[in-house]
């Protein structure tokens, strides 16, 4: 019951992010005999230092909607104005740097006192500091990609301490403090909680090496390795904040830290780390790569989960990314997303033999449309009962061409126009309330053209402009309907880092350094053979061994993959292509400033356009961004600048 009490209090202070025990003065929690007597209110401390850990979602961070993979189209959400240009270091948007600062405090604190607690054994009180030690090391990897070098904190200082003796430290001391901290916490962790499943979300020793990847790819990569953009980015008396040159070696470094994880999955069964297949988790007895994408994320604590959250605001998500009434439709994907899903042939649609079509209406239905061969008239409830559990998915003929044969991924993560709503109830009369007078037929079709039910003319004041919305996440068998939400799924955690994401972190940073390595096409494969496509050198047999080529390809497969995983909005940056120059083409990869691209949600007449009006596709800017190198990290905020005169302010800020 003690263990019941407490879960139920971690998780009540991780959905509130704040707590009693927080709001207290380090200092009078130092002194206070009864925290540190009972095991219940040691705990709750403990408990209290995992409360930081962020809670993302649709509106509550800036890394989806400032990425080029997403628009966030309501201008009450900060990164509106982000987008513009408009913020400084007065501005205070999205302001960590004290909350983080907080809870590194406050492991110190848990650290030097847990020793005092008589009910907690030696064995409890080990394990226990040692999760604080991986929390701090998490704290500063959230501060390094966010802000770049920390003021490093490492030791418990008293309330009222001159702040002014503590510069910055450099990037390269920041990443070894990290790496440090995982290592001394790595022994005393068990190796995962899948023996006892309720403390999933706690460290362990599989999520300190997953960390250490993440913080040894950022290291490497030539935002921090060598960038002559910081060069002058110097404390005051002069020590250098950023390597002034590149080193080849840190990219080894990445990849054998990836390496540790892939080690454990393929020789520990106890592990059991895999990338996710339904067919193996008990979803059927045939693999799907529809479904073993799509559910990657929405079944709890699968296989490939390394380290997530508790809590996920999962009707948050869902509110914001479904259409039509008593929903806020309108996270929205970018077209240069869209486009960079491959073809079902495993090629770019800009190759000439993936069979890309831009233009006009799909003459047939994909192959996996209706796989009982259901009438879709007389059987609607039943085609909608396959689309819903992933048994049909796929374009439907008649789906505009720039939709048709595209890879699985696409299908699990796009809602694009005309396509059948998943989450909608299995109810005919409540899917035609999502329809125009027009279309209804039972299915709940998505209208994103202008005068269409989601579009927002009169039905809907909330939907995209870009023309799409994200169905990755989005539990199929959610109930959106007239407000009356029912979720069928237990509630899922909020995933920060899985096993396909270490191995793309292993192969981008391999191909830096060896790039003829085996390992590249075993792994990266591993990934293309789960999401349903042909070996990659199979399609593209003349990149093998191109630094260059297979390093665009393993970063689009890095796009598709993590896409809407709070990913891509800190791989454009590490990699220092979000500053790429605006070349006017709607199908440029990469750069966050200029022309972002979708359809054309206000062409046409919305007394008379339907889902035959071609006008909405065609590619329009739907914004021109304001971006510049300055802005690949935060600037700090005044207010913590104004208490510590030592510390110096991010390049161009």
């Not at 003796?165 to 440090?180: E, K, N, S």
């Not at 709890?300 to 998500?317: A, P, T």
Request: a neutral charge; one cysteine or more; hydrophobic letters at 35%.
């Amino acid at each position: 019951m003690k263990y019941c009490k407490c879960i139920s209090l971690i998780l009540t202070v991780m959905i509130t992010g704040c707590s009693d025990f927080l709001d207290k003065q380090p200092d009078d929690m130092k002194t206070d005999e009864m925290i540190w007597k009972s095991s219940a209110e040691t705990e709750a401390y403990l408990y209290n230092v995992y409360s930081q850990v962020p809670l993302w979602g649709a509106n509550v961070d800036p890394w989806l909607g400032l990425s080029d993979e997403c628009d966030m189209s309501w201008n009450v959400y900060p990164t509106y104005s982000v987008n513009l240009g408009n913020w400084n270091p007065s501005t205070g948007l999205y302001n960590m740097w004290q909350p983080f600062y907080k809870a590194i405090r406050a492991s110190f604190v848990f650290e030097n006192n847990v020793d005092k607690c008589p009910e907690l054994s030696d064995r409890l009180k080990r394990q226990y500091k040692a999760e604080v030690k991986f929390l701090r090391g998490f704290y500063y990897w959230q501060i390094l990609k966010q802000y770049g070098p920390a003021v490093l904190i490492t030791e418990q200082l008293p309330n009222g301490y001159d702040w002014n003796h503590f510069p910055r430290t450099p990037f390269d001391d920041c990443v070894a403090y990290i790496c440090q901290m995982l290592d001394e916490a790595y022994p005393d962790l068990p190796l995962n909680w899948k023996s006892d499943r309720q403390w999933f979300g706690k460290a362990d020793r599989t999520a300190c090496l997953a960390i250490k990847s993440e913080v040894l790819l950022l290291a490497a990569s030539e935002q921090w390795n060598g960038n002559p953009y910081y060069r002058n980015f110097v404390n005051p008396d002069g020590t250098p904040l950023a390597g002034r040159v590149y080193n080849e070696s840190k990219w080894r470094k990445a990849a054998d830290a990836a390496k540790e994880v892939i080690a454990i999955a393929e020789t520990d069964p106890k592990a059991d780390i895999r990338l996710y297949k339904n067919h193996e988790n008990g979803d059927g007895t045939v693999f799907s790569p529809y479904k073993s994408v799509r559910d990657v994320l929405l079944m709890k604590w699968n296989c490939e989960i390394l380290f997530g959250r508790q809590v996920f605001n999962y009707d948050s998500w869902e509110v914001h990314c479904s259409p039509g009434t008593y929903n806020l439709g309108g996270q929205a994907p970018t077209q240069r997303l869209v486009d960079a899903f491959y073809m079902k042939n495993g090629r770019i649609i800009s190759d000439p033999l993936s069979g890309y079509v831009e233009e006009g209406f799909a003459a047939t239905a994909g192959e996996s449309w209706n796989p009982r061969n259901l009438n879709p008239v007389t059987d609607r409830i039943e085609m909608i009962r396959d689309i819903r559990n992933g048994d049909a998915w796929g374009h439907w003929a008649g789906d505009w061409n720039m939709y048709a044969n595209r890879e699985p991924r696409f299908y699990a993560a796009i809602l694009y126009n005309k396509r059948i709503v998943p989450q909608f109830a299995e109810d005919v009369a409540k899917r035609d309330y999502f329809s125009s007078p027009g279309q209804k037929n039972g299915y709940a079709r998505v209208e994103l053209y202008y005068g269409g039910f989601s579009r927002g003319s009169g039905a809907s004041t909330f939907y995209p402009r870009t023309g799409y919305l994200v169905l990755k996440n989005c539990d199929p068998q959610s109930n959106m309907c007239q407000g009356d939400r029912v979720y069928v799924k237990t509630q899922r955690q909020q995933t920060y880092i899985r096993y396909g994401g270490i191995l793309l972190n292993y192969i981008e940073a391999l191909n830096e350094c060896d790039p003829n390595n085996a390992d590249i096409e075993k792994y990266w494969n591993m990934i293309r053979e789960r999401a349903g496509i042909p070996n990659i050198f199979a399609v593209y047999p003349d990149i093998k061994g191109n630094k260059l080529k297979q390093r665009e390809l393993i970063l689009r497969e890095r796009q598709i993959e993590l896409c809407f995983e709070f990913d891509r909005y800190f791989t454009t940056r590490r990699r220092w292509l979000a500053n790429t120059p605006d070349d006017g083409s709607p199908t440029r990869q990469w750069g966050e400033g200029g022309k972002m691209w979708g359809m054309d949600i206000n062409a046409g007449n919305a007394s008379t356009n339907d889902f035959n009006f071609t006008g909405f596709y065609r590619r329009v800017a739907f914004e021109e961004r304001v971006f510049s190198e300055k802005m690949c990290l935060f600037p700090i905020a005044q207010s913590e600048l104004d208490k510590n005169n030592m510390m110096v302010q991010n390049p161009g800020w």
